[in-house]
Antibody, heavy 119, light 110 residues
Framework: EGQLVESGGKLVQPGGSLRLSCAAS????????MSWVRQAPGKGLEWVSAISGRADTTYYTDSVRGRFTISRDNSKNTLYLHMNSLRAEDTAVYYC????????????WGHGTTVTVSS | QSVLTQPPSVSAAPGQKVIISCSGS????????VSWYQQIPGTAPKLLIYDNNMRPSGIPDRFSGSKSGTSATLGITGLQTGDEADYYC???????????FGGGTKLTVL
C-alpha cells in the first residue's frame, strides 16, 4: 500500500519561506498524482495542492496560489511543497497524501509535519 | 466556511446507528465521487469509504456510504466507543479545479 514520511516543518517568521518534503516508499511513485492537505490547529482538513504523476499538471487552492509551488522528483520518490510569503494562517499540520486512483481518494497518508508561522 | 457542509457533531449510544450528512453542489458532489475519512485526534486521517459507497479492505461493513444528487451520507451501525472520532467527506470540485472537504463531524458514542 505504501508509506509516506513528511519532513521540513518548523517555526518560521511571517513573510518567510519553507520547503516541505515527503518521501514515498512501497508503491510506484510516478504512477500516482500526489497532494498536500493541511489542518490548522483545532480545525478541519483543507486540501492545498496536487500534482500529476508526470508533474505536467498542478492544482492549488486559492489561498496559496502564487505563494506555494508543488513539485516532485520521481527519481527520488519525493514530493515537495515550496512555501513563500508565509502567513499566520498557514500555520498547520501538513500531510502528504496518495490517492488510490484519480486525484482525491487518499488511501495513504503521512504522519504530518508541523508548520508554525509566528514572530 | 467549507465548500461541503457537514453537521458539527452527532452522538448516539453504543450499538446504535448514526448517519452523517455531507451537502455540496453540482460542481463537486453532483459530478464526482465522494470519499469519507475517519480521524482520531492527533493522528492522520484514514480512508473509510471511496467512490461513494466502496469500502477499502479492512474496513468493516458497519460503515457504509451513499450519494444522491448533491448530497452524500456516511452510515455507521453497531456503534462502538472506538468509533469516536472526527469524520470528513471529500471530493473534487470541477469548478474550483481542486479538492474540497467538509468541515468535519465529531462523533460521540455516549
Amino acid at each position: 500500500e505504501g508509506q509516506l514520511v513528511e519532513s521540513g516543518g518548523k517555526l518560521v517568521q511571517p513573510g518567510g519561506s519553507l520547503r516541505l518534503s515527503c518521501a514515498a516508499s512501497g508503491f510506484t511513485f510516478s504512477y500516482f498524482a500526489m497532494s498536500w492537505v493541511r489542518q490548522a490547529p483545532g480545525k478541519g482538513l483543507e486540501w492545498v495542492s496536487a500534482i500529476s504523476g508526470r508533474a505536467d499538471t498542478t492544482y492549488y487552492t486559492d489561498s496559496v496560489r502564487g505563494r506555494f509551488t508543488i513539485s516532485r522528483d520521481n527519481s527520488k520518490n519525493t514530493l515537495y511543497l515550496h512555501m513563500n510569503s508565509l502567513r499566520a494562517e498557514d500555520t498547520a499540520v501538513y500531510y502528504c497524501a496518495k490517492p488510490s486512483r484519480g486525484w482525491l481518494t487518499f488511501d495513504v497518508w503521512g504522519h504530518g509535519t508541523t508548520v508554525t508561522v509566528s514572530s | 466556511q467549507s465548500v461541503l457542509t457537514q453537521p458539527p457533531s452527532v452522538s448516539a449510544a453504543p450499538g446504535q446507528k448514526v448517519i452523517i450528512s455531507c451537502s455540496g453542489s453540482s460542481s463537486n458532489i453532483g459530478k464526482n465521487y465522494v470519499s469519507w475519512y475517519q480521524q482520531i485526534p492527533g493522528t492522520a486521517p484514514k480512508l473509510l469509504i471511496y467512490d461513494n459507497n466502496m469500502r477499502p479492505s479492512g474496513i468493516p461493513d458497519r460503515f457504509s456510504g451513499s450519494k444522491s444528487g448533491t448530497s452524500a451520507t456516511l452510515g455507521i451501525t453497531g456503534l462502538q466507543t472506538g468509533d469516536e472520532a472526527d469524520y470528513y467527506c471529500g471530493t473534487w470540485d470541477s469548478s474550483l479545479s481542486g479538492g474540497v472537504f467538509g468541515g468535519g463531524t465529531k462523533l460521540t458514542v455516549l
